[in-house]
């Protein structure tokens, strides 16, 4: 099926012939869609802890973080494309002999573009465009205000002027302090300060594009010296790329490789799920990851780190329990009560499902059981109120062996077709606004494989059109979903006001947005 030229091709990518062919058996035979058995909510999955529970983990946290080596790992490889789909399509489709946007926006049923005129000045790059409109568009002024409009657009989006959806968002204008405007990666080094620092010091790793990493540098070189002023934190700033042996093929609809036009095989980035590669060249006690969208201004972002902070201590007390267990699961000291006491543990602190027959397995399959279920990746979760945002929520799913896990799953692995599964959908009451924080290292103090507790059944199969074709795309298990299905969790309730997300750029509109 692959000629000389493909296999080499494919070896350079350093992907295997195997990997490529399992690639291919999975888009012909379809996705392995979750099965359901309920949604997780509170008190049958999601931890809800009282202010003074909250206090308490909150100090054990702050107590306990200048002898770890703490990282913040922010995914931020996008572009901002998406952010400015509206504004593209109203530059294509809009004409000023035909109207005014008004008529446009009920023409094409677009609040979107009514929304973002009439609150323009509050943009935070609204200063910055519109002087250079000034010297650039002659008569700017004297122009109508739809014309103003439509050129404010125009300088925003095209290539000769502020390019904007060629950038990550991480590099865009976020938020305004004054006449001043920030990007979203300053305020994540600025958050770091308030929670992911230790011994005055924070590090943080971007998963970034190889195009962008240079404006990325540049950035910080600007921004480095005022804010470890400001802060009194010194900041240690790393970045990798999506690794080329994640990328994934993708066939036509008659399940042919797609190829480009040189006859070389397409492939694509195979998603998220492709940064826990990233995430396990990393090396540290306590990893905090946070979406680059999901940050707000400065004086919203302090209430928010608390609970970033909930989250670590909820970690470490059962990371602290685990540890114990093991130590004693190790050194062989342990009876039929402490047994049980860690099975116990296992079902009300990690919600992990313990086999029906355990009470009866001999005493040294139970300290095998318990071994297995107990030396994994911890990763603490906040799961937010469902106000029908789109995320991953929380689930209890069986698994082909028949085995019950909490996990964390996408919309689209689900089988939205089988009623009953629907119907488990809408009663779920949380989702998960990527707001994690990891305990990768075991016991001993030694990291854990991240590739071992991966399930690679969670892949997705999309359709996408690449140059008209329509074609069947694969993307790796979820880097919060699948990739992570062996682990250990804890899900925790945290409010509402923790998920900021800038899915569009009217987004930058809302009250947390602003200073």
Known sequence: MFTEKDINQIHDKGITLDQVNAQISRLKN??????LLFAATIGKGIHAYNAEETQNLIALYETSKEDLDIL?????????TRMFKFLFKFLKGYTLSKGNIKAYAQAEGDDLILAFTSQLKAFPFYTEVYSKLKDAVVGYETLSEDEQYYEFVKMMLA???FN??????GLLPFHKYGAAYITAFQEHLYEASLYASSKKQANLHFTVSEKHQPYFLKELEGIKPKLEKETGVSFKVSFSYQKEATETLALTKEDQVYRKEDGSILFRPGGHGALIENLNDLDSDIIFIKNIDNIVVAEKNKECSEYKKLLAG???????QVFKYMAQLEANTLDDADVTAMAYFLRKQLSVHIDENFGAFTFEAKVNYLKDKLNRPIRACGMVKNEGEPGGGPFWVKDENGD??????????IDFSNKRQQSIVYKATHFNPTDLVCGVKNYKGEKFDLMKYVDPEAAFITTKTQNGTDIQALELPGLWNGSMAHWNSIF?????????????VNDLLKPVHQA
Request: proline share 7%.
């Open 72 to 80: 913040k790992f922010v995914p931020a490889s996008g572009a901002a």
């Open 164 to 169: 904007y959806s060629f950038f990550p968002k």
């Open 404 to 413: 019950i896990s909490l996990q964390i799953v996408e919309f689209a692995q």
């Open 30 to 35: 379809g996705m392995t869609h979750s099965h």
């Open 492 to 504: 925790v309730e945290v409010p509402v006001e923790t998920f900021n997300p800038v899915k569009t």
């Open 314 to 320: 909820a970690l470490l007390k059962a990371q602290k």
């Open 159 to 161: 290539e000769e002027g």
